[in-house]
C-alpha cells in the first residue's frame, strides 16, 4: 500500500478546502431558506386541510371553515412570494426573459374573490362555482402568458441632443422596437432602472443622477415596427447624468398585475452650464464690453463695408448720409471687430466650503458660461483658461463647446482662509494671450488678486455682485 509524503498531503487538504470554499460561495443561503420556509408552509397548510374536513364531519363546522381558509391563504402566499423567487434561481432563468410581478390593487381583490368562491366550492360542492372558479384561475394564466409574450422581443432606443444646457427643456426621442413577427405590443411603460433614484438639486455637479425621471406610456406598438415617442426633460443642474438601464412594464391585459423586465441600454450625458443671461450677466456686460472697445480702440477704424440694418446692430453705427440716400437704414461695418481678442479665465478657488459658497461658486460658473457664448456669437477671438484646461486663442464659436465641457466638471477648490493676495500672474498661463483682453472671474473677495499695471485686465469679484 502507498503512504503519500507529507507535502502531497497538505496539498490535497488544501485542494479540498479551496474546493468547499468555492462551494460554500455559490450557495445561495436565500433560495434555500424560503425553500425550507415553503416546503413547512405547504405541509402545515396540507395539515390544515386535512383538520379542516375532519372538523366538518364532527359537527365543528365554524372552526373548519377556519382552518381551511387559512390552509388556502398560506398556500396561495407561497405560490405568490416564494414560488416566483425559486423559478428565477433555476437553470431555466438564462433561456427565458426574467420577469417581475407585483400585485396591484385590482389583483388583490381578484384574489380575495377567487379565495370566497373557492370556500363555497367546497362547502357546497356545486358544479357551477368550480366551473366559475375554473374560468377564474384561467383568466390569471391567460394574463400570464399575454404579459409575457407584450414583454418579450423589444428593443429600447433612447436618442437625446448632441448638447445639453441645464435649466432648459429639451425634447428627446425615445423609440420602441418591436421584433416580433406575430404579435403586437400592448399598454407599455418604460421607466427608469431606479427609480428611487431622484435627481437632487443639492447634488454634487459631477454625480451620477439619472436622466429620464417620468415613465413613458406607449399605449400599442405594431409587430415589427417602432413606435417614437418625444419626451421633454429638463436638467436642473450642469454636471454628467448616468442612466443604467430601463424597465419596460405593462399589466396587459387586465391589470391584475404588473409584470416588469429590464432593458440593457446604457446613456451617460454631459449637461452644459446654463448661458440664459442671468441679472449678474446684465449688470456686468456693458461695462466689460466698453473696457474691451476701449481696448482695441485705434486696431483697425478702416471702413470695411457699408451693409443694410439688422436688429443686432448697434445704432452708433449707422451711417445716415448713406441711409438718406438709399431709403433705408445702412451701417458701417469696420475691420477692427474681427481684431478682438479675449481671454476668459475662471478662478476655482473658494474661501472655505458651505452653502454660502456653493450657490455663489454655481453663480460664477453661470457667468463665465454666459461670456463664453457672448463672445462666440460677436466672433470674438477666445481663449479659456480654468483649472484643468487652457484652450489656444482661436475663434470663439470652435472653442465654446470645449469650455463650457470644462465649466460643466468645474469643482470648487477650497484655500485656506487666511490666504493672502495672489498675483493674477499666477492664474495666467505662461504661453501668453496674444495681446488679448483679461477677464477673470473669482470667487475669492475683492482685492485678493493684484493686477499688473495696465488697463488689459478686468477682475470680477463675485461677493460685490
Known sequence: MRTLSQPASRS??????????????????????????ALFTLTFAFFLALLSAALNQSGHQAIGHACAALSLVMA?????????????????????????????REGAVYLMVIAVIIVAALNTGNNLLFIILASLLAGILASGILSKIVLSELELEFILPDHLFAAQPMISRLTLRNLKWFFPSFSVTVAARDPAQKKSPKASG?????????????????RRASVTQHVELTFPRRGRYTQEGFRVSTKFPFGFMKKTREVAARQEILVLPSIEPTEQFANVLPLVSGEVESHFKGHGHDLYAIRDYQESDTSRHVDWKASARAQQLKVREFTREDDRRVVLVFDTRVRGANDKTAAQFEKAVNLCACFAWH????????????????????PAREIVYPALEALALVEPKVTDNSAGVTPLELLIPKSGSGGGFHIIISCQPRGSLTTPP????????????
Open 206 to 222: 459631477v454625480s451620477r443622477r439619472q436622466i429620464l425621471d417620468e415613465p413613458v406610456y406607449l399605449p400599442y406598438i405594431p
Open 375 to 394: 463672445f462666440s456669437e460677436v466672433e470674438t477671438h477666445l481663449q479659456f483658461v480654468t483649472n484643468g484646461l487652457e484652450t489656444t486663442m482661436a
Open 76 to 104: 396561495g402566499i407561497i405560490s405568490v412570494k416564494v414560488v416566483p423567487f425559486l423559478a428565477r434561481r433555476t437553470a431555466l432563468e438564462r433561456w427565458v426573459v426574467k420577469i417581475e410581478y407585483e400585485f396591484t
Open 454 to 465: 495696465g488697463g488689459e485686465y478686468h477682475v470680477i469679484y463675485m461677493d460685490s455682485l
Open 12 to 37: 490535497l487538504w488544501r485542494d479540498a478546502w479551496v474546493l468547499g470554499r468555492a462551494r460554500l460561495a455559490t450557495f445561495d443561503r436565500a433560495a434555500w431558506v424560503r425553500f425550507f420556509l
